[in-house]
């Protein structure tokens, strides 16, 4: 586990993208999440959510 403030002081992380079901938020105050809930899995469509997390990582470009 990490401590949230040296994360975001050493590495300026604001903002994770979440891609499992087995991993929870575990600063939600802290960090803006983006979370698709799948399971680690080689027959797993990441495809289908390629528009939405691509969004998100181009509004997080704009903050940043």
């Known amino acids: 586990n990490c401590n949230k403030d040296i994360v975001y002081l050493c590495c300026r ?13 575990f600063f939600p ?3 803006d999440y983006m979370n698709v809930r799948v399971y680690d899995d080689d027959n797993t469509d990441l495809l289908k959510h390629w528009d939405n997390t691509y969004r998100y990582i181009d509004k997080v470009k704009l903050v940043l």
């Open 29 to 31: 105050g802290a960090f």
């Open 13 to 25: 992380i604001c903002h994770i993208l979440n891609v499992t079901r087995d991993i929870d938020n």
